[in-house]
Each structure stands twice: as structure tokens, then as C-alpha cells.
């Protein structure tokens, strides 16, 4: 099971790592799935409209809306 949390995840920040400070409504320790995984607490969220930011710890993804 941790490889597979790593895989998504690092598979995730691979294609939409950022260096961007997070968005103005960025709300820490929530609960969410990224692929197969659920993350109870552990993840951060902000948007905006045009992207979504996510991190855990250090690694933080901003994924722009389709």
C-alpha cells in the first residue's frame, strides 16, 4: 500500500509540480482521494479559476482546469 500512495502521488507531482504560493483560500488538513488512494487529514487544497493546488508536505501540484 505505500508504494502505491507514493506512485500516484509522485506520478501527480511529476506532471504538475509548482513553486507557486498557494492560492488566497488554501485550507489545510482535509480529506480527499487522489487516484486509488484516500487521504484523511493529510491533504491541502486552494483554488482559484483556473487551477486547483494541492500539497502533502513539501510536494505541492497545481493542476489548471479543462
Known amino acids: 500500500m505505500i508504494f502505491l500512495v507514493r506512485h500516484d502521488w509522485n506520478r501527480l507531482a511529476k506532471l504538475y509540480r509548482t513553486q507557486e504560493a498557494p492560492p488566497l ?5 482535509n480529506s480527499g482521494s487522489v487516484g486509488l488512494v484516500y487521504y484523511k487529514g493529510t ?3 486552494g483554488t482559484n479559476c483556473q487551477e486547483i493546488y494541492l500539497s502533502l508536505e513539501k510536494t505541492a501540484t497545481t493542476v489548471v482546469w479543462v
Open 25 to 29: 483560500n488554501f485550507s489545510r488538513m
Open 43 to 45: 491533504l491541502n487544497v
